[in-house]
């Protein structure tokens, strides 16, 4: 089978899953996790396979083509000549188009279109690896659940959702998506629906992200009216002429391809808008530390491994986008940065080992931001970088924190139990990985990746520290299959070029005065803190959990104990990555290498910000001696004997009930945005009730009037309906008559 | 125009339906109903092959009486496919006023004479859709008619069954007198029969000084005399057949008196029909493109009272008939109601189409832009016509599968009392749970009818609001006609949200209510397979509505594109530049 046939197993599998569990769920009864388990493991298998043979046609090495192959499997709608762009019009650039007509009416076509590249083939294996781990693990956590069946549709519904939207090859089916894991989020957050903190933690994850959802929506209509297609890809119009698709390689190709200024840089801030609704960043990331009180293994697939990353996804898929607009870019990163030192501080005083975890892949996740709004290669790919060892240790993790609720009898507070490590100790060990790796010490997986964002940071900060290869990756970016020929040589000129000049005068928003070395130094100091802050709770949370005397709260009884094989199992699998994932991809460079020839990294703008990997031992020092004053500062605190001990009220002061609140963010809201607008809805639906429901009324009483007066003549006897009818057809012949 | 042995050859499927009805009507001595069916099936299967082999898009073949193009092909085709589908729903109706005799005696389910007359309803109904002549025409209306009495009258045989069957025979023939009246008027003005002649002579008058014919000589002013009258009389004709205003009150008791299946049949075929005789009309005033004949000012009048008498009859039918369903309880008077106030949407794709000619021949009768805007309207109408027909049929499918239900009854009562058919709004109580298949697939049927989307009828409103929005839109000036157009536009919308009100009635009975009644589902299995097959086909179109688009579309543009002249075999070579043209907008679409 070729690829892109391939490519249509991964999403297909876990859907057919999902219908089969829908359909045969209760009849299935205590196997119902069946079609979800082999229908994951199957897609696993082939998004594996998949990655294989991207990296394969990549070709590897220093500069690897761009692989782009896109299967059209039907178009869903066509309007013929939607857009007609105006002369001078982005969409219309010559060049751009290619034939004669530029400026020619294009349809708007929603093709159902997916594409394997290395960005989607690796978030693929992420999703469905990580997504059949913890479909196994769910079968020992969700055992006795009466909504077994329904849990197991859910997570395959989800991994279809999931794998459809890194897949997608089209904005408006990128939203689609967007929406369905939204909507599988919320079922999953909801699991427990009669609970009522489940369901307003549903609701309210659910209402922050439309927030976010309504940024995607306008960022979509606004690149619709600037490009004239909402296509990733390149597609052929009936007379022979290409349309340039968003990320396509011609658009790519292009320097002047996309646009800078007021626009561009709208479209990216209301893009990051929706990616810091989906993943959970400032000011809409209060809805993840309450989506943890869906059941553990969805928080770890959803909440933390996977739908989460969908925003770093879209930032990092529409990479040239963000490219031409350097106020949207260091925007990105301060969002990122302020949101992981502000998510770690406040994961230092929570007693939830949940939400510690939580507030954890906030804070991580503001790291992915940071380092994707530096705008470099380096960047980029360390974004992703992290993003998967984030995926292997965060979920590792969850499921730790989930094995002890399970054996703790849903207890979750670190304060009621302690020094578990004797009673299971496979998931002591196994969650001390996972922590290591969080808080970034050599050699686990965190580290590497950390290192490296902390390393795109370092050189926007200190640009004279690092010599950027400017000019030495000019690149001569070819079209195969289209027209086998070399389209556009790869200057170094237009509104890209400003990304790398801090004080470009030619700012076209207020945005752009933003990107200054200073910011950018002090956003590097505040990635250090958090790094620091990242290894202090992290294993402030390790202490209280598991050494000290052993403490069981009474809600576990009398069989507290470690978990079945086939919950541990997933923990020892994902240890492995969680160790060495970093490591490995790091020393041989395959992973950068690999999504270098993504084809939104291949624009000239982003490899022109190419420079060699180094390991930045001054950075590793850093990074490594923050954690180690982290982990200290939290043995001080919590180990041992001392785990339940009072030492961070006395350290923090009167910062402590500051942080417990959570910095007050969600009375904050409360009160400015929750409260007005309930005070205006009252306000509405007192009018609703007094004024508009009377017009309603009158309106919908206008129908049913009508068909009263219609109905007499409705009066069943036929010699009646000859007549109307006989009647009506002489009224029609003298009116026309009339009118001549 | 002479008959020949080619003629029969175009119409081998019809004369293959009429020998399936022979073989049905005599086996019916012998064997049950359900041979009578199977025999229905495989005429049907054979015609549809057989006409599938004939040429279609292209080139259109027109053979004495009879013209085959890509209009006609693709009206067989629905008329075929929907005609199966309903053959299944027809088999499985086994509505008990059928089985009881007046003795109390039950006998068998039906009888064999049942699938020869709907296998003659068929091949009438697919000769109105060849008629290239005005007999021809007029005889396969009738040849609708008269086979829709006998339906009606065999199913059901209790009072309301035979008042339901009488009412729809007086009025059928009413109707048919009316329309009779349409005929006899153009052949008065054209001075033929033959459709093509009279749309020749129609677009000719007024540019050559007289025109002399069979029938003496007409003159513009006494074209102006006879248009309104024609016009009046022929849209009574399709009106009463498409079950529009002024020609719709018969459907609601008709419906109601009837059984589901025959229901199923009442509110789709003939349709079908109404909705070819107006299309023809239309073609009328339309020259074959490549002919280059100039279009006279009596053809423009003709077209411009033509749209506005079917945009004013589209927005009053479509009114009426929510308004009135608005109001009703009994399930099939509702669902005629919904039929009243379709006939009203499809009517709009008319009135666009006879618009959109009307500015193409005032451009001079051949520019291709406005040829491919006209293309819209009558296609919009065609993709709606099939996409009411697969929800319509799937509709009466499940309620003729349903049957009956049973009756509240207590275990400790001795007997069970018999059982009730299923007649109101409240019948369909908790559907969801008892049936839950019947009642997945009406909800979708009754969305797909409301109009939303990703249901095919979604794509249809849609495209019916687009090209009623298409005409005139280039133009410079806000002109009258758009004003009209915009203002039709607005009706619909507004009937679209009204008919939602007791679409989704019948969707919050199936899946928000209980009830302590069973339903039994005590219809044939084969009217169960209908539904499925159309909720099948619902939901493909709903994923891939553009194969059914371009098919559609294809056959209207051959409609107001090509009419054949009389005697041609086939089209001279110059029509084929402008097939590459409408073969490129088609593309882009």
């Given at each position: 089978m070729?690829?892109s046939?391939?490519?249509i197993?991964?999403?297909?599998?876990p859907l057919?899953a999902?219908?089969a569990t829908?359909?045969a769920?209760?009849?299935?009864g205590?196997?119902?996790?069946?079609p979800?388990?082999?229908?994951?493991?199957?897609a696993?298998?082939?998004a594996v396979s998949?990655v294989?043979?991207?990296a394969?046609?990549?070709?590897?090495?220093e500069?690897?083509?761009p692989v782009d192959?896109?299967?059209?499997?039907?178009?869903?709608?066509?309007?013929?000549?939607?857009?007609?762009p105006?002369?001078g019009s982005?969409a219309?650039v010559?060049?751009?188009?290619?034939?004669?007509?530029a400026?020619?009416?294009?349809?708007?076509s929603?093709?159902?279109?997916?594409?394997?590249?290395?960005?989607?083939?690796?978030?693929?294996?992420?999703?469905?690896g990580?997504?059949?781990l913890?479909a196994?693990?769910?079968i020992?956590y969700m055992?006795?659940d009466p909504?077994?069946?329904?849990?197991?549709a859910?997570?395959?519904?989800f991994?279809?959702s999931m794998s459809?939207l890194?897949?997608?090859?089209?904005?408006?089916l990128?939203?689609?998506?967007?929406e369905?894991v939204?909507?599988?989020?919320?079922?999953?957050?909801g699991?427990w629906?009669?609970?009522?903190?489940?369901?307003?933690?549903a609701?309210?994850a659910f209402?922050v992200?439309?927030?976010?959802d309504?940024?995607?929506?306008i960022?979509v209509?606004?690149l619709?009216?600037?490009?004239?297609t909402l296509d990733?890809h390149d597609?052929?119009s009936?007379d022979?002429?290409?349309?340039?698709?968003i990320l396509?390689q011609t658009r790519?190709?292009?320097?002047?391809g996309y646009?800078?200024?007021?626009?561009?840089?709208?479209?990216?801030?209301?893009?990051?808008?929706a990616?810091?609704?989906k993943?959970?960043?400032?000011?809409?990331?209060?809805?993840?530390?309450d989506?943890m009180e869906?059941?553990?293994?969805?928080?770890?697939?959803?909440?933390a491994?996977?739908?989460?990353?969908?925003g770093?996804?879209?930032?990092?898929r529409?990479?040239?986008?963000?490219?031409?607009?350097p106020g949207?870019?260091?925007?990105?990163?301060?969002?990122?940065?302020?949101?992981?030192?502000?998510?770690?501080?406040?994961?230092?005083?929570q007693n939830?080992l949940k939400r510690?975890l939580?507030?954890s892949?906030?804070?991580q996740l503001?790291?992915?931001?940071?380092s994707?709004?530096t705008g470099?290669?380096?960047g980029?790919t360390?974004?992703i970088f992290h993003?998967?060892?984030?995926?292997?240790?965060?979920?590792?993790l969850f499921?730790?924190a989930g094995s002890v609720m399970h054996?703790?009898g849903g207890?979750?507070?670190?304060r009621?139990?302690?020094g578990?490590?004797?009673?299971?100790?496979?998931?002591?060990?196994?969650?001390l990985?996972?922590?290591l790796?969080?808080a970034?010490?050599?050699?686990?997986?965190?580290?590497?990746?950390?290192?490296?964002?902390l390393?795109?940071l370092?050189s926007?900060?200190?640009p004279?520290?690092?010599?950027?290869?400017?000019g030495?990756?000019?690149?001569l970016?070819t079209t195969?299959?289209?027209?086998g020929?070399?389209?556009h040589d790869v200057?170094?000129?237009g509104?890209?070029?400003?990304s790398?000049h801090a004080l470009?005068?030619?700012?076209?928003?207020g945005?752009?005065?933003?990107?200054q070395?200073?910011?950018w130094?002090l956003?590097?100091?505040?990635?250090?803190?958090t790094?620091?802050?990242t290894?202090?709770?992290?294993?402030?949370a390790?202490?209280?959990?598991?050494?000290?005397?052993?403490?069981?709260p009474e809600?576990?009884?009398?069989?507290?104990?470690e978990s079945?094989?086939?919950?541990t199992l997933?923990?020892l699998?994902?240890?492995?990555?969680?160790?060495?994932?970093g490591?490995?991809?790091f020393?041989t460079?395959?992973?950068?290498?690999?999504?270098?020839?993504t084809?939104?990294?291949?624009?000239p703008s982003?490899?022109e910000?190419?420079?060699p990997?180094?390991?930045h031992?001054?950075?590793?020092?850093?990074?490594?001696?923050?954690a180690a004053?982290g982990?200290v500062?939290?043995?001080?605190g919590h180990l041992?004997?001392?785990s339940?001990?009072?030492?961070?009220?006395?350290?923090?002061?009167p910062f402590r009930?500051f942080?417990?609140?959570?910095?007050?963010?969600?009375?904050?809201y409360?009160?400015?945005?929750?409260?007005?607008?309930e005070?205006?809805?009252?306000?509405?639906?007192m009018?609703?009730r007094?004024?508009?429901?009377?017009?309603?009324?009158g309106?919908a009483?206008l129908p049913?009037?009508?068909?009263?007066?219609?109905?007499?003549l409705?009066s069943?006897?036929v010699?009646?309906y000859?007549?109307a009818?006989?009647?009506?057809?002489?009224?029609?012949?003298?009116i026309?008559a009339?009118r001549? | 125009?002479?008959?020949?042995?080619?003629t029969?050859?175009?119409?081998a499927p019809?004369?293959?339906l009429?020998?399936?009805?022979?073989v049905?009507?005599?086996a019916?001595?012998f064997?049950?109903l359900r041979?009578?069916?199977l025999?229905?099936?495989?005429?049907l299967?054979?015609?549809?092959?057989?006409?599938?082999?004939?040429?279609?898009a292209?080139?259109?073949v027109?053979?004495g009486?009879?013209?085959?193009?890509?209009?006609?092909?693709?009206?067989?085709?629905?008329?075929?496919t929907?005609?199966l589908?309903l053959?299944?729903?027809?088999?499985?109706?086994r509505?008990?006023?059928?089985?009881?005799?007046?003795?109390?005696?039950?006998h068998?389910h039906?009888?064999?004479?049942?699938?020869?007359?709907?296998l003659?309803?068929?091949a009438?109904l697919?000769l109105?859709?060849l008629a290239?002549d005005?007999v021809?025409?007029f005889v396969?209306l009738?040849?609708?008619?008269?086979p829709t009495?006998?339906l009606?009258?065999l199913?059901?045989?209790?009072a309301?069954?035979?008042e339901?069957?009488l009412k729809?025979f007086y009025l059928?023939?009413i109707?048919?007198?009316?329309?009779?009246?349409?005929?006899?008027?153009?052949y008065?003005l054209?001075?033929?029969?033959?459709l093509?002649?009279?749309?020749?002579?129609?677009?000719?008058?007024?540019?050559?000084?007289v025109?002399t014919?069979v029938v003496g000589?007409?003159?513009?002013?006494?074209?102006?005399?006879?248009?309104?009258?024609?016009?009046?009389?022929?849209?009574a004709?399709?009106?009463?057949?498409m079950?529009?205003?002024?020609m719709?009150?018969?459907?609601?008791?008709?419906?109601?008196?009837?059984s589901?299946g025959n229901?199923?049949?009442?509110?789709?075929?003939?349709?079908i029909?109404?909705?070819?005789?107006?299309?023809?009309l239309?073609?009328?005033a339309?020259?074959?493109?490549g002919?280059?004949q100039?279009?006279?000012?009596?053809?423009?009048?003709?077209?411009a009272?033509?749209?506005h008498?079917?945009a004013?009859?589209?927005?009053?039918?479509m009114?009426?008939?929510?308004?009135?369903?608005l109001?009703?309880?009994?399930?099939r008077?509702l669902l005629a109601c919904?039929?009243?106030?379709h006939a009203?949407?499809?009517l709009?794709?008319?009135?666009?189409?006879a618009?959109?000619?009307?500015?193409?021949s005032?451009?001079?009768g051949n520019?291709?832009?406005a040829?491919s805007a006209?293309?819209?309207?009558l296609?919009a109408?065609l993709?709606?016509l099939?996409?009411?027909l697969?929800?319509?049929?799937g509709?009466?499918?499940?309620?003729?599968?349903?049957?009956?239900r049973?009756p509240?009854?207590?275990?400790?009562s001795q007997d069970?009392?018999?059982?009730?058919?299923?007649e109101?709004?409240d019948?369909?109580?908790?559907l969801a749970?008892t049936?839950?298949v019947v009642a997945l697939?009406?909800a979708?049927?009754?969305l797909?009818?409301a109009?939303?989307?990703?249901?095919?009828?979604f794509?249809?409103?849609?495209s019916?609001v687009?090209?009623?929005?298409?005409i005139d839109?280039?133009?410079?000036?806000?002109?009258d006609?758009?004003?009209?157009f915009?203002g039709?536009?607005?009706?619909l919308?507004?009937?679209?949200a009204?008919?939602?009100?007791?679409y989704l009635r019948l969707i919050?009975?199936m899946?928000?209510?209980?009830t302590?009644k069973?339903?039994q589902?005590d219809?044939?299995l084969s009217?169960?397979?209908?539904?499925?097959?159309c909720l099948v086909?619902?939901?493909?179109?709903?994923?891939?509505p553009r194969?059914?688009?371009?098919?559609?579309?294809e056959?209207?543009s051959?409609?107001t594109?090509?009419l054949?002249t009389d005697?041609a075999?086939?089209?001279?070579?110059?029509d084929?530049?402008i097939?590459?043209?409408?073969?490129a907008s088609l593309?882009?679409?």
């Amino acid at each position: 089978m070729s690829p892109s046939q391939l490519l249509i197993l991964v999403p297909l599998l876990p859907l057919l899953a999902a219908l089969a569990t829908v359909i045969a769920g209760r009849r299935l009864g205590s196997r119902a996790h069946l079609p979800a388990v082999f229908g994951i493991a199957a897609a696993a298998i082939v998004a594996v396979s998949l990655v294989i043979t991207t990296a394969r046609s990549s070709g590897g090495g220093e500069n690897p083509r761009p692989v782009d192959m896109v299967t059209t499997l039907w178009e869903w709608a066509t309007v013929a000549d939607a857009y007609e762009p105006e002369a001078g019009s982005p969409a219309a650039v010559p060049g751009t188009a290619i034939g004669a007509d530029a400026h020619a009416a294009r349809p708007l076509s929603i093709a159902v279109a997916l594409r394997l590249d290395p960005l989607t083939a690796t978030m693929l294996a992420i999703i469905t690896g990580v997504g059949l781990l913890v479909a196994v693990y769910s079968i020992g956590y969700m055992h006795d659940d009466p909504g077994y069946p329904r849990f197991f549709a859910l997570v395959a519904m989800f991994v279809f959702s999931m794998s459809m939207l890194v897949a997608a090859s089209n904005f408006l089916l990128v939203y689609v998506f967007w929406e369905a894991v939204g909507a599988c989020s919320y079922l999953l957050i909801g699991f427990w629906f009669s609970k009522p903190e489940a369901a307003r933690a549903a609701k309210k994850a659910f209402l922050v992200n439309r927030v976010g959802d309504f940024g995607l929506a306008i960022g979509v209509f606004l690149l619709w009216l600037t490009y004239g297609t909402l296509d990733f890809h390149d597609t052929l119009s009936p007379d022979g002429t290409i349309l340039p698709g968003i990320l396509g390689q011609t658009r790519l190709a292009d320097v002047s391809g996309y646009v800078g200024g007021l626009v561009g840089t709208a479209i990216c801030l209301l893009l990051l808008l929706a990616a810091c609704g989906k993943s959970a960043q400032l000011p809409l990331h209060v809805w993840l530390p309450d989506a943890m009180e869906g059941p553990t293994p969805a928080s770890a697939l959803i909440h933390a491994a996977t739908m989460v990353t969908a925003g770093i996804y879209l930032i990092a898929r529409c990479a040239p986008l963000y490219m031409a607009c350097p106020g949207a870019l260091v925007t990105v990163s301060i969002i990122g940065t302020t949101t992981a030192l502000v998510a770690a501080l406040i994961g230092t005083v929570q007693n939830d080992l949940k939400r510690v975890l939580a507030y954890s892949t906030i804070s991580q996740l503001g790291y992915m931001f940071a380092s994707l709004g530096t705008g470099t290669l380096l960047g980029f790919t360390a974004a992703i970088f992290h993003l998967l060892t984030h995926a292997f240790f965060k979920a590792l993790l969850f499921l730790g924190a989930g094995s002890v609720m399970h054996s703790m009898g849903g207890v979750i507070d670190m304060r009621r139990f302690g020094g578990l490590r004797k009673l299971m100790p496979i998931t002591a060990v196994t969650f001390l990985i996972g922590s290591l790796a969080l808080a970034g010490i050599a050699p686990f997986a965190g580290f590497f990746s950390k290192d490296e964002i902390l390393a795109s940071l370092h050189s926007k900060g200190w640009p004279d520290a690092h010599h950027a290869a400017t000019g030495e990756h000019h690149a001569l970016l070819t079209t195969p299959g289209l027209t086998g020929q070399t389209i556009h040589d790869v200057g170094y000129r237009g509104v890209s070029a400003q990304s790398d000049h801090a004080l470009s005068s030619s700012a076209a928003t207020g945005l752009d005065a933003l990107n200054q070395p200073f910011v950018w130094q002090l956003l590097f100091w505040m990635a250090l803190i958090t790094a620091g802050l990242t290894a202090f709770y992290t294993f402030r949370a390790v202490f209280m959990t598991f050494t000290g005397p052993l403490r069981v709260p009474e809600e576990a009884g009398h069989h507290a104990h470690e978990s079945p094989p086939v919950m541990t199992l997933p923990l020892l699998i994902l240890a492995v990555p969680a160790t060495l994932a970093g490591l490995v991809l790091f020393s041989t460079e395959s992973l950068s290498h690999f999504l270098a020839a993504t084809p939104s990294f291949t624009a000239p703008s982003v490899l022109e910000t190419a420079t060699p990997a180094v390991f930045h031992w001054d950075l590793a020092i850093q990074g490594t001696l923050a954690a180690a004053l982290g982990i200290v500062l939290a043995a001080v605190g919590h180990l041992g004997r001392r785990s339940d001990g009072p030492q961070m009220e006395r350290w923090l002061g009167p910062f402590r009930p500051f942080l417990e609140h959570r910095m007050f963010i969600d009375q904050l809201y409360v009160g400015l945005i929750v409260k007005p607008l309930e005070a205006i809805a009252f306000l509405a639906a007192m009018f609703d009730r007094a004024f508009i429901d009377g017009i309603v009324r009158g309106v919908a009483w206008l129908p049913v009037a009508t068909g009263a007066v219609v109905r007499r003549l409705q009066s069943g006897m036929v010699q009646r309906y000859a007549l109307a009818g006989v009647i009506g057809v002489l009224a029609i012949i003298v009116i026309l008559a009339w009118r001549l | 125009m002479t008959t020949s042995f080619e003629t029969f050859l175009l119409l081998a499927p019809e004369l293959v339906l009429i020998l399936a009805a022979l073989v049905a009507f005599l086996a019916s001595a012998f064997a049950g109903l359900r041979a009578g069916w199977l025999v229905a099936i495989l005429g049907l299967g054979l015609a549809l092959m057989i006409s599938g082999d004939q040429p279609t898009a292209g080139a259109a073949v027109s053979s004495g009486p009879v013209t085959l193009d890509g209009f006609s092909a693709f009206m067989r085709m629905l008329i075929y496919t929907g005609g199966l589908v309903l053959c299944l729903v027809q088999a499985g109706d086994r509505f008990r006023a059928a089985v009881q005799t007046d003795s109390g005696g039950v006998h068998r389910h039906g009888s064999g004479e049942e699938a020869g007359t709907f296998l003659i309803l068929l091949a009438g109904l697919s000769l109105v859709g060849l008629a290239n002549d005005l007999v021809l025409l007029f005889v396969g209306l009738e040849l609708v008619s008269i086979p829709t009495y006998i339906l009606l009258s065999l199913k059901r045989s209790d009072a309301a069954g035979q008042e339901a069957s009488l009412k729809y025979f007086y009025l059928s023939l009413i109707a048919s007198a009316l329309f009779l009246y349409a005929v006899v008027c153009l052949y008065g003005l054209g001075g033929s029969t033959s459709l093509a002649a009279i749309g020749s002579q129609l677009r000719s008058l007024g540019t050559t000084p007289v025109a002399t014919t069979v029938v003496g000589t007409i003159t513009p002013s006494m074209a102006a005399v006879l248009l309104p009258v024609t016009l009046g009389m022929a849209l009574a004709g399709a009106a009463f057949r498409m079950a529009a205003v002024p020609m719709h009150f018969y459907a609601p008791d008709v419906y109601q008196g009837t059984s589901p299946g025959n229901a199923a049949v009442l509110s789709t075929l003939p349709k079908i029909a109404g909705v070819v005789v107006l299309a023809r009309l239309v073609a009328l005033a339309i020259p074959p493109l490549g002919n280059g004949q100039p279009v006279g000012p009596v053809a423009e009048t003709f077209l411009a009272e033509l749209w506005h008498l079917v945009a004013v009859v589209a927005a009053i039918t479509m009114t009426v008939g929510n308004c009135m369903a608005l109001m009703q309880t009994n399930l099939r008077r509702l669902l005629a109601c919904s039929s009243i106030a379709h006939a009203g949407y499809l009517l709009v794709g008319i009135a666009a189409a006879a618009a959109a000619s009307s500015s193409a021949s005032s451009l001079g009768g051949n520019s291709l832009t406005a040829a491919s805007a006209s293309l819209d309207g009558l296609g919009a109408t065609l993709f709606y016509l099939a996409t009411y027909l697969a929800a319509t049929i799937g509709i009466f499918g499940g309620l003729t599968y349903l049957g009956h239900r049973w009756p509240e009854w207590s275990a400790t009562s001795q007997d069970r009392p018999p059982l009730e058919e299923i007649e109101t709004i409240d019948d369909l109580n908790g559907l969801a749970s008892t049936n839950p298949v019947v009642a997945l697939s009406l909800a979708v049927f009754l969305l797909s009818l409301a109009g939303i989307p990703p249901f095919p009828g979604f794509w249809g409103k849609l495209s019916l609001v687009t090209s009623a929005l298409g005409i005139d839109s280039g133009a410079a000036v806000f002109g009258d006609r758009q004003s009209w157009f915009i203002g039709l536009t607005v009706v619909l919308v507004l009937n679209a949200a009204i008919a939602a009100g007791y679409y989704l009635r019948l969707i919050t009975a199936m899946y928000f209510k209980t009830t302590d009644k069973g339903t039994q589902a005590d219809g044939g299995l084969s009217a169960g397979l209908a539904m499925v097959v159309c909720l099948v086909v619902v939901l493909s179109f709903s994923l891939r509505p553009r194969g059914l688009f371009t098919s559609a579309s294809e056959a209207g543009s051959t409609l107001t594109g090509t009419l054949v002249t009389d005697v041609a075999d086939t089209m001279p070579g110059p029509d084929e530049p402008i097939d590459l043209t409408m073969q490129a907008s088609l593309e882009e679409f």
